[in-house]
């Protein structure tokens, strides 16, 4: 039996479960703000450098997304799916930036931040600002959404809230289905310590013999919850109400059944995060060694140096100070939880069967600009005008139909692709597979370093190479994160290429969640880059110039950098000067002091940065003409647009580059220049509605902290989720930013 545990074996955690007033912080006159600097020295220090930290700048932008938890219109369920992606969103983080922190930390590296703070005082620095957000996470799931749990039909319970029969139901599914799956790992003098996987829920359980009273006689043991069962038990009620047990409650609940003729001391429940940021070595054999290399990284991340502990109130401290101890941890790294583990499993909640007509309909895609009919022959209709594509607003279905036309076609003679991450069950591999199996010229750039699809990506590339298609692993050292497409057609007697460039992955389940762009066109200058750019990539060539690609590790930064500069120029000159950037995230020093000296010259700059943004706006003598916003609502802004005013004869470029290190000097990358004057309308139009929004919109401050915009006065709502379903060519002919 399971005896009473032991205080001096238990911790109070009064001082870090007991509501910080976080919530109640961020929520007034709605300020996203961080934890307060208490250390002098160091907020000055901050305060004095030109630039945010990056990764302080983040839990920022993860602040914005819990605070879509708190919008009073979005129902419970949405609620439930915002905080579950602000835990989604910190997992990948400790997994990535604070496991990226800790290989300079544990191989004694010198990393200075932006902030100006060495890496160990910066760790400090920044994991106190993660335990303030995973209070603020804490109490908003305590007291604002699970009292509004039972109103809206369901409750989360654990077996104390249960009525006898359902408590022998929940018995009988532990004996008959968990119980078989259930590994005691004892660590002891005589075994090793248990390999504890990644992101796994798992009780650490204190036991010692019954006739026992030495405390030196105490072991440890491990059993992991299974992973490949559902996370929560339910039970209907009456009146359709649904009761979600976590299956953690059951295993703590039946764990004596485990242990038995011993005394356990103490059930500590916690789950580990792991380093996961891979780096891949060049490999002269891409096809074996390159692959095999990705497969063994991937393993990694299951056992890589442990980052972060989540532990349930209550934990045992001997248990504890064991784990630090053995994985080199203090105490900045434990995480104490008192409500439920893990919020990712509120995504199956959010998502549940009986509660999708609880969410408002879906608004149906418009018709792209200039189309009338949804089955038009885009084949025919290409040869006559561009076409741009703003998802989700616009349908991914015309790049699908032209993608599987192109597949049957006996007229088409070759597809080349870049593939990043893909939909499962992706339509687009079909279709590659198809086109390959109907003889057909098929290349595809494969990126299987994309991080979390590597597994994903290798077993589509290998199932198109043995479709026939050419498959290429990606470029050495560099991630190809670029998105374009090219299909060559013989019509008549001649020969049209038909190209797609886009600033998102070709993935039809994310582009009904995402803001992209994408453009379809047979301009020949675009097809002839988009070829010379497969050739560079898919053999040895070195092009010598490209007439609408900015390209990137070659001239991406250097090129944009020059645009910059020449707005600048022509604020001296006092003529009409203007940037506006549209990006996920903005991080490049060097772009960073080319857009302060552009301020500094005049320019106006408005920059729209969902996510990590390092530039500081608004500060006297350096940025006084550069405003920043962040976009967070209904839709992940993922689209990356660059206008450049040039004197009223306007340069935009869209695609798939961020202004980061990683963007510039690590990935291939690309922006095509728009030429055509309906999509160059259209683009601005985007822009500007982007620049308009009061619903979803955050106005970054001097000192790095937003403010979220409120309609005032006689200012009218203005929701551009909603409004670019309105949108019409009359809205967009009228557009202009400067």
């Known amino acids: 039996m ?37 250390n002098k020295r160091i907020a000055n220090l901050i305060e004095q450098s030109n630039y945010i930290s990056r990764d302080l700048s983040w839990m920022l932008f993860n602040r914005r997304v819990l605070d879509q938890a708190r919008i009073p219109k979005r129902n419970i369920y949405d609620q439930l799916k915002f905080l579950a992606i602000t835990a989604s ?52 799931f305590k007291e604002v959404l699970k009292p509004k749990f039972k109103e809206n039909g369901f409750q989360i319970l654990g077996i104390e809230g249960l009525t006898d029969a ?20 004892v660590y002891d003098n005589y075994r090793t310590f248990p390999v504890l996987m990644n992101k796994v829920l798992t009780f650490g359980v204190v036991t010692r013999n019954l006739q026992s009273t030495d405390k030196d006689e105490r072991r440890f043991s491990f059993v992991q919850v299974p992973q490949n069962l559902p996370r929560f038990y339910e039970f209907e009620r009456e009146d359709d109400e649904i009761i979600f047990v976590p299956i953690e409650r059951i295993i703590h609940w039946q764990i004596n059944k ?55 109130k209550g934990y045992s401290t001997w248990l504890m100070k064991n784990l630090k101890r053995r994985w080199q941890l203090d105490d900045d790294n434990v995480f104490v939880n008192d409500t439920l583990m893990d919020y990712t499993s509120l995504f199956s909640i959010a998502g549940h069967e009986n509660f999708k007509d609880k969410y408002p309909p879906i ?58 991450r893909l939909a499962k069950h992706s339509r687009v591999t079909s279709a590659l597979q198809k086109a390959a199996e109907n003889g057909k010229h098929v290349s595809v750039l494969f990126e299987l370093k994309a991080r979390f699809d590597e597994e994903n990506n290798i077993r589509e590339a290998e199932r198109l190479q043995k479709a026939g298609c050419y498959v290429i692993h990606g470029i050495g050292r560099y991630k190809t994160h670029t998105k374009m497409l090219l299909i060559v057609r013989k019509e008549e007697q001649s020969v049209t290429r038909y190209v797609h460039l886009a600033s998102g992955n070709y993935n039809e389940s994310t582009s009904r969640l995402y803001t992209d762009i994408g453009m379809l066109t047979t301009n020949e200058t675009y097809a002839h880059d988009v070829s010379e750019f497969f050739n560079v990539i898919t053999g040895h060539s070195q092009p010598h110039h490209y007439e609408y690609l900015l390209t990137a590790p070659r ?63 608004q500060r006297v003598g350096l940025s006084e003409n550069i405003m920043v916003k962040s976009i967070v609502g209904d839709y992940l802004e993922h689209s990356r647009m660059f206008y ?36 160059k309308k259209q683009a601005m139009h985007i822009l500007d509605y982007n620049l308009r929004d009061n ?27 909603e409004e670019f379903f309105e949108v019409n060519e009359q809205t967009i002919l009228e557009t202009k930013l400067f």
């Open 644 to 679: 450049f005013h040039n004197n009223g004869d306007p340069k935009i470029y869209g695609g798939s580059a961020d202004s980061m290190v990683r963007s510039f000097d690590r990935r291939i990358e690309s922006v095509f220049l728009m030429v055509d004057e309906g999509v």
């Open 89 to 140: 969103n910190l997992d990948e983080f400790f997994m990535i930036r604070v496991g990226s922190l800790y290989n300079y930390i544990d191989y004694g590296k010198e990393r200075i931040d932006y902030s100006g703070l060495r890496e160990k005082p910066f760790k400090k620095l920044l994991f106190e600002e993660i335990q303030d957000f995973t209070q603020a996470q804490h109490a908003h």
């Open 363 to 420: 608004h149906s895609p418009i018709l792209p600009i200039g189309l009338i009919d949804p089955d038009v022959d885009y084949f025919e209709h290409l040869k006559e005008s561009d076409i741009l594509l703003h998802h989700p607003y616009h349908s991914i279905e015309p790049l699908l139909h032209i993608l599987e036309d192109a597949a049957e076609d006996p007229d088409v003679l070759a597809i080349k692709i870049t593939i990043y």
């Open 166 to 185: 359902e408590k022998d139901e929940a018995a009988v599914y532990f004996m008959r289905t968990i119980f078989p799956m259930l590994t005691p790992m």
């Open 555 to 617: 001239d991406l930064r250097n090129e944009l950098i020059k645009l910059i500069q020449n707005e600048a120029k022509n604020a001296q000159k006092g003529l009409t000067s203007g940037i506006v950037m549209k990006m996920n995230s903005l991080e490049d020093k060097r772009m960073i002091d080319e857009l302060y000296a552009a301020s500094k010259a005049g320019v106006q700059i408005k920059l729209i940065v969902r996510g990590i943004c390092c530039i500081r706006p």
């Open 258 to 312: 485990l242990y038995r003729n011993i005394d356990i001391v103490s059930v500590s429940l916690f789950r580990v995060t792991r380093n996961g940021d891979i780096s891949l070595e060049e490999s002269d054999d891409i096809e074996a060694d390159f692959i095999d290399e990705i497969k063994q990284k991937i393993k990694t991340r299951k056992t890589g140096r442990v980052v972060r502990i989540e532990v349930e």
């Open 695 to 721: 619903m979803n919109s955050y106005m970054m401050q001097e000192n790095g902290n937003f403010i979220k915009t409120k309609v005032s006065g006689d200012e009218e709502p203005f929701n551009l989720h």
């Open 2 to 38: 399971i005896a009473k545990k032991e205080n001096k074996d238990k911790i109070s955690d009064k001082k870090k479960n007991t509501p910080t007033g976080a919530i109640e912080k961020e929520k007034r006159d709605g300020h996203i703000v961080p934890k307060p600097i208490t």
